[in-house]
């Protein structure tokens, strides 16, 4: 939300048209763009596109190959139908991203955790994932000020591998 | 979700069960029962009820004099489709809660707005709550370990009946 405003709503139409410009600059320059929902925890200050259904609902509008649509698990594991909207997303997934959801999260910006040490069935979101034509990479993404990112690289390293294997 | 489970599409379903299970002791005492869908921040460990979706598919299959669903600003204004779903509550609805959502929010669960300190609109939320046949109370519920609860209760009380009429 801008400062100041409680309108949720026109932020939401503002995203909508200012993604629908950003696919003409997009498909000038040849380059393919991808919308993120984030959690609801974040739609005062950092997005007010909370869900895959309004992220499916911008992308009815713009061709496939200028725009798709990244799913982390962090920001999407919680939602009441999420089976049928990964599957919705047939085709058009460019990106997914891995970490966990801790209990309980000390921060909701920067406490996400290692996967595996959360609540978030990430194999199963995968398999929907994979299932929906998604053949790219897992990518871990784990903001955490106060754990992980105070450790060795190659330790976050060697464990995140490991953990792929056996959490994801 | 019960301690070490992922499964929170069984835990819904536990929900809806145990929901009709609970209406049919509430008919014998002659109570009536309201869902509260809780902000999906909290869908690990306070609440796998995210969405008034969820509640009216609940409510669905049960008779209005048993249950209905009481609608919390918190948790429900985030909600892409709000309002679609509050009118989707015509004459259900039980109670109605406010407060504001604070940015930035320092914890998830005691550091709520008082209203008018936020950003949620909540006359916009009131109106189409009272559009869709509410007529009881509006409950003032701010969680406030930090701030509010710290205060004194007349301060407090003066303050909420100001911005009951100036805010809400």
């Known amino acids: 939300l801008p400062q100041g405003s409680k ?23 040849g380059v393919k763009l991808a919308l993120e929902p984030l959690h609801p925890v ?7 596109l909370t869900t895959i259904d309004e992220a499916l609902a911008i992308m009815a509008k713009l061709p496939s190959s ?4 990244c799913l982390d698990v962090y920001h999407i594991w919680w939602d009441p139908h999420l089976a049928e ?25 920067n406490d996400r955790g290692m996967m595996g040490d959360g609540v978030i069935d990430i194999p199963a979101i995968r398999a929907k994932v994979e299932a929906a034509g998604y ?12 754990n992980w990112w105070k450790k060795p690289a190659d330790q976050i390293l060697s464990i995140s591998k490991e953990r792929l294997f056996s959490c994801c």
């Open 7 to 29: 309108d949720l709503v026109n932020a939401r139409q503002q995203v909508a048209e200012g993604v629908g410009l950003l696919c003409e600059t997009a498909a000038e320059l």
């Open 42 to 48: 974040y739609a005062a200050d950092r997005s007010c």
């Open 66 to 69: 200028l725009l798709g649509i």
């Open 85 to 109: 909207r990964i599957a919705a997303c047939q085709g058009r997934i460019s990106g997914f991203h891995v970490c966990d959801w801790l209990v309980p999260t000390r921060d909701s910006v």
């Open 135 to 146: 053949e790219g990479l897992v990518e871990v993404e784990i903001f955490s000020s106060e």
